[in-house]
């Protein structure tokens, strides 16, 4: 069954370091997202993108973080400044349309 | 996206049927009723959805009350691997994004 893969599946960083987080959706899908989860909370909408552009995102999603296709199979959220309080699993999935197919996420911890 | 009234936590026999209910009374005419599952460590997993009619899938079945108000995700037979987060989420055709609410905690007891 096709699935969406995230790398690495687990990223240490320094606050204040940039960071990026990557994905290869599955290769028919056309809409992206990215969610977070931070420890023992809800599962959260971060951004959606379709036809290389966002289509959406929520008030999570602030100047420092930014997404990008770059090259057709890997979809990447990348944080610019990392706070302590980005520390969170990062879901990445992608849709055909309406059900989204999620990845096991990366566990990101900001120290 | 319209608002879903799930129990916090169920728990259930090992291989005997399970029943999650979801209250959904602010549905509105356009609204699917999706189910996910999250398992530990896990990312959200699609298990299925309605609009009117009940459906059936390989991993469940989903009753949905006639007034459309509400509805029951039904394993028909739980295993230890069913132990999960259950969400019960309203979307439209035009919705692709997700909000997910708390869901019900579902525990196996051998």
């Known amino acids: 069954e096709p699935e969406v893969t995230q790398t690495p599946s687990h990223q240490v960083t320094q606050m204040g370091q940039e960071v990026i987080l990557r994905c290869v959706p599955i290769s028919n899908h056309l809409y992206f997202y990215w969610y977070r989860q931070i420890l023992g909370q809800k599962v959260e909408f971060l951004v959606s993108?379709?036809?290389?552009?966002?289509?959406?995102k929520s008030e999570i999603f602030d100047d420092q973080f930014s997404v990008e296709r770059p090259d057709g199979s890997n979809f990447t959220l990348k944080i610019r400044s990392t706070k302590l309080e980005d520390s969170a699993m990062y879901f990445c999935?992608?849709?055909?349309?309406?059900?989204?197919?999620f990845g096991s996420g990366t566990r990101l911890t900001v120290v | 996206d319209a608002k879903t009234t799930q129990p916090n936590s169920m728990e259930s026999n090992e291989e005997e049927p399970v029943h999650l209910p979801c209250n959904h009374s602010?549905?509105?005419?356009?609204?699917?009723i999706h189910w996910y599952r999250q398992l530990p460590s896990q990312g959200p997993e699609y298990v299925i959805h309605g609009l009117t009619s009940n459906v059936n899938n390989r991993m469940a079945s989903l009753a949905i009350a006639e007034d459309r108000k509400s509805s029951t995700l039904i394993l028909h037979r739980a295993t230890l691997r069913d132990a999960a987060v259950y969400y019960c989420?309203?979307?439209?055709?035009?919705?692709?994004?997700?909000?997910f609410g708390k869901g019900t905690r579902l525990h196996i007891l051998p």
């Open positions: 989420i309203l979307r439209t055709n035009r919705d692709d994004k997700i909000i």
């Open positions: 993108f379709y036809n290389n552009e966002i289509s959406e």
């Open positions: 602010t549905i509105s005419g356009t609204d699917y």
């Open positions: 999935a992608s849709s055909p349309r309406n059900d989204n197919t």
